[in-house]
């Protein structure tokens, strides 16, 4: 698979909305366009259209739109509408993982061993990734090249949680963890998986086994998302 080194953009992603991709029914699955109809957004949660571009609420006030910042807070219906319109697709979990835990082995194949983070095994420093809060929000999908994977994949922890394609199931050999029974094994099947962390996840938390699950009309999640070439 061939999977794009950074997030999808702002910049990007609101080409994808100028052109009427929330309006296109063609562009959505069939559970997205319930959802999209029922709840009516024409644009990613806090955006707002201004007189000289694009807005975002941060915090309390609005701002100009970073163009070259991920775009952040979408469904992951929004994100597959986005993947239909761009030609592309949302990565497997499995294809995410890879991606920031494996390294050529010198022929045309992976290495077996996996990488605890992208940059390798040492835990994430300042210059490796946006994690705990240090800048208050999203930055440049371009930042922190020290945390690159082996790949060249840029920002795989940091910045902004990442959809895949994956639903939420148990991986073998899962045991119900006693004393909180209602954490994880409900929602087996319809939540969609994240995978990387966000700008506000603490660095102690995030790793790229690390999983996270949320459902698919979910917008409040620090999340956006990277593309696989179809």
């Not at 990007?12 to 319930?34: I, K, P």
């Not at 697709?89 to 992208?118: C, F, H, I, M, N």
């Not at 939420?168 to 994880?184: A, K």
């Amino acid at each position: 698979f061939r999977m794009a080194r950074a997030a999808v953009t702002n910049g990007e992603y609101s080409r994808f909305v100028e052109e009427g991709g929330y309006s296109r029914n063609d562009l959505w699955s069939h559970q997205g366009w319930v959802w999209r109809t029922k709840t009516g957004p024409a644009r990613p949660l806090y955006w707002e259209r201004g007189e000289e571009g694009w807005l975002r609420r941060r915090f309390d006030r609005l701002v100009a739109l970073k163009e070259h910042a991920p775009v952040v807070h979408v469904s992951w219906y929004e994100a597959e509408a986005y993947c239909n319109w761009a030609g592309r697709r949302l990565p497997t979990e499995a294809e995410w993982e890879l991606a920031a835990s494996a390294a050529p082995d010198g022929g045309q194949g992976v290495s077996d061993r996996k990488r605890r983070y992208p940059w390798g095994d040492e835990p994430p420093a300042p210059e490796h990734a946006n994690l705990d809060g240090r800048f208050s929000g999203c930055v440049d999908v371009g930042a922190f090249p020290a945390g690159d994977s082996a790949f060249g994949c840029r920002q795989m922890v940091g910045n902004v949680w990442e959809w895949t394609a994956s639903a939420f199931y148990p991986f073998p050999g899962y045991i119900v963890d006693t004393p909180y029974r209602e954490y994880s094994a409900p929602w087996f099947g319809y939540r969609k998986v994240l995978k990387g962390g966000s700008w506000a996840t603490r660095s102690r938390l995030v790793w790229n086994t690390y999983r996270n699950f949320f459902p698919p009309e979910r917008r409040d999640v620090f999340a956006g998302f990277r593309t696989c070439a179809l």
